[in-house]
């Protein structure tokens, strides 16, 4: 599978932004899907899940409210709708697939995923 993260970029607090996650080479229905962070020197975290289906989404608390995450199976792609952009939220952004297929579970633990994008990096100015 190759992941294709894009939609990044530097904006100011309080602005949105929408992230794209484009796949090929297997079909992503097949699979819960996840999106997480990565600032330099920490480890990479969880964001938010999203069903194979797209009827069931988990958060992390830091961006519940905030960010939406989003799927449409008809074109192999993921979505993570950003608003109210802080500070705190500038990072390298990666959408994940997990190592299993044909199941819901959304697992918060970054070892958990067989791939990964290349990133896309948000930067939020104060």
């Known amino acids: 599978v190759q992941l294709q993260a894009s939609g990044g970029g530097l904006v100011q607090a309080g602005d949105s932004l929408r992230l794209s996650c484009a796949a090929s080479?297997?079909?992503?229905?097949?699979?819960?899907m996840s999106w997480f962070r990565q600032v330099p020197g920490e480890k990479r975290e969880f964001v938010a899940g999203?069903?194979?289906?797209?009827?069931?989404?988990t958060y992390a608390d830091s961006v519940k409210g905030r960010f939406t995450i989003s799927r449409d199976n008809a074109v192999n792609m993921v979505y993570l709708q950003l608003n109210s952009l802080k500070p705190e939220d500038s990072a390298v952004y990666y959408c994940?697939?997990?190592?299993?297929?044909?199941?819901?579970?959304?697992?918060?633990?970054?070892?958990?995923?067989?791939?990964w994008g290349q990133g896309t990096q948000v930067t939020v100015s104060s």
């Open positions: 999203i069903s194979r289906s797209g009827g069931s989404t």
């Open positions: 994940g697939v997990p190592f299993w297929r044909y199941s819901n579970i959304v697992s918060e633990i970054s070892t958990r995923y067989e791939y």
């Open positions: 080479g297997r079909t992503l229905s097949g699979y819960s």
